[in-house]
């Protein structure tokens, strides 16, 4: 399982180098916007967009993994289209061909022609990354490729990644908006259980060096037939009796004053629900809360398999609600990634639906989940 685990990191890693070298060339980032259209439009946002970052990369992602694991071709899933049109109003089918001066010129085509810079990119997608990643005797875990499935999102949080600012607020280490927020995750669920079970995030402008070019990092976790294993590192224990809870600034009002009665100036806003859940996964907040259908698989699938690996997980909101209000025993409904959720729209069908909670105690889901009961 190791040689999975060392698959996913490199192709987080190369995805990285991908975005960041997009937002080196400013007049390369601006070619590589479009908006997105139809049935690809998150209703989130009144103008999202989708970059040609994004297909590239989750393009590189299934690229690599089924050269890698062949049997995964048909289960590896993500969130864009790999359909791209030109000014020329011409559909270019992106994908990574057997050599760099092929691939260079097919995203010429999305490209209006533009050799340099899409040569730029084809140099990243074939560029070799090793990593070393966690021993064989570390992750003595046997996984069958063959029951697994994988969620990419290429660039979590793309409003913010085209926007990418340098400056960014933060608050307790926790940044409400910038490249900051912008993560690529891969996560890996089971396909009989529809349980995550491992996952890597990857933060492609995590800081800058002393002459501003960023660099990234990386987080991973499994957990798997009772075996938890992560790269997270130990939090010390909490000095005060709040909770810390993360969540999105369009929150409905009413929701944001039960929480904030929770936990007075720990509630933070921030952008990206990858990011968010990752605030959650190294103790920076204790929670992430969200009531609406805008989180979707390929956004938690991989922070929610690290999540589970450190102790904690993600539910769906509505379901735990409704488990509660019914006094019905038994586990709480935890998130799943093999089928949609029942009820979710066909434009939207692999929603989650009826929003959730990431937790990273169980003590800290009861004192929510008791709080929102009775709102």
Not at 146 to 171: A, F, R
Not at 305 to 329: D, E, P, Q
Request: with cysteine; aromatic share 6%.
């Amino acid at each position: 399982m190791a040689g999975l685990l060392t698959a996913l990191l490199c192709a987080s890693e190369k995805s990285a180098n991908i975005a960041r070298a997009c937002k080196r060339e400013e007049e390369l980032f601006q070619l590589l916007i479009e908006e997105k259209k139809g049935p690809e439009k998150n209703k989130k946002f009144v103008q999202d967009f989708k970059t040609l970052a994004d297909v590239i990369i989750q393009e590189v992602i299934k690229h690599d993994l089924e050269k890698k694991f062949p049997e995964l071709a048909s289960h590896i899933a993500g969130e864009e289209s790999n359909h791209f049109e030109n000014g020329l109003g011409e559909t270019i089918i992106v994908k990574v061909c057997k050599t760099e001066q092929a691939t260079a010129e097919l995203i010429s085509k999305v490209l209006d022609g533009n050799l340099k810079a899409a040569g730029l990119l084809a140099k990243c997608i074939h560029e070799d990354i090793h990593i070393d990643g966690p021993a064989s005797e570390e992750l003595n875990i046997d996984i069958p490729i063959d029951t697994i499935g994988i969620w990419v999102d290429p660039i979590d949080s793309t409003n913010q990644y085209i926007k990418g600012q340098l400056e960014e607020k933060y608050k307790s280490g926790i940044h409400s908006s910038g490249l900051k927020s912008a993560t690529v995750l891969i996560g890996v669920f089971d396909r009989n259980s529809g349980q995550p079970i491992m996952g890597v995030i990857n933060v492609p402008f995590n800081n800058v060096d002393p002459i501003l070019r960023w660099k990234g990092k990386y987080y991973w976790g499994i957990s798997y037939n009772g075996t938890n294993i992560h790269s997270i590192p130990k939090q010390p224990p909490a000095h005060h009796n709040l909770l810390s809870i993360v969540m999105s600034s369009s929150e409905k009002e009413d929701i944001t004053k039960v929480l904030a009665h929770l936990c007075g100036d720990k509630l933070y806003y921030a952008s990206g629900a990858g990011y968010k859940i990752l605030c959650t996964i190294l103790g920076l907040a204790d929670a992430y809360v969200v009531t609406a259908d805008t989180t979707f698989k390929w956004d938690t699938c991989a922070p929610h398999a690290i999540l589970k690996s450190i102790g904690g997980g993600i539910v769906n909101l509505a379901k735990t609600l409704a488990k509660v209000k019914s006094r019905s025993l038994g586990v709480n409904p935890e998130l799943q990634y093999k089928m949609p959720d029942e009820g979710s729209k066909e434009t939207e069908k692999w929603a989650n639906t009826g929003g959730l909670v990431a937790y990273r105690s169980q003590q800290h889901l009861k004192t929510i989940i008791n709080a929102l009961s009775v709102e």
